[in-house]
């Protein structure tokens, strides 16, 4: 189970506004324990106290160290980074193409995404043109400001 700490926080604020005291989760890989004083007699909520432990899977043999690839900084990429906080969408409407797939060319001022804010559709241009090398966030995902969404290899 990978951790996604957006889940694990709204998890955490559901678990506030209840009178739930105590709940665990526990995997293989992974165990969360969420405990907090409920009493009677204060009106105030008590906070929560949130224990994670992460185990590991299999503590015998560690796993071959990683290949080392080089980064998109040092291979001279440019990010393209999302310019407020929202929602990534590839396409401009669910049942149509993506604006750009990996390897697809893009010149300055396509529009390769879009950022989804407060119900406004806003369209991302690409600042450079180069080849589509890497998209970073997926369909439907939120964004933060300055979030890298995809690189771009310069041309």
């Not at 009493?39 to 949130?50: E, L």
């Not at 080849?131 to 933060?144: L, S």
Request: with cysteine; aromatic share 6%; charged share 20%.
């Amino acid at each position: 189970m990978s951790i996604n700490f957006n889940e694990l926080r709204d998890l955490l604020g559901a678990i506030a506004h209840t009178d739930i005291a105590e709940v665990s989760l526990k995997t293989e890989t992974f165990e969360l324990k969420v405990r907090r004083d409920v009493t009677t007699t204060t009106q105030q909520p008590t906070p929560i106290t949130p224990e994670v432990v992460v185990t590991p899977s299999v503590p015998a043999t560690p796993p071959p160290p990683p290949e080392m690839a080089p980064s998109p900084a040092e291979k001279q990429w440019v990010a393209i980074t999302s310019p407020m906080v929202g929602t990534f969408y590839r396409a401009p409407a669910p049942d149509e193409p993506p604006f750009v797939e990996v390897g697809d060319r893009v010149d300055n001022s396509q529009t390769v995404c879009i950022i989804e804010a407060m119900k406004l559709m806003n369209e991302i241009e690409a600042e450079v043109t180069g080849e589509v090398m890497e998209i970073v966030v997926a369909n439907g995902e939120p964004v933060e400001y300055g979030q890298t969404l995809m690189w771009v290899n310069p041309t």
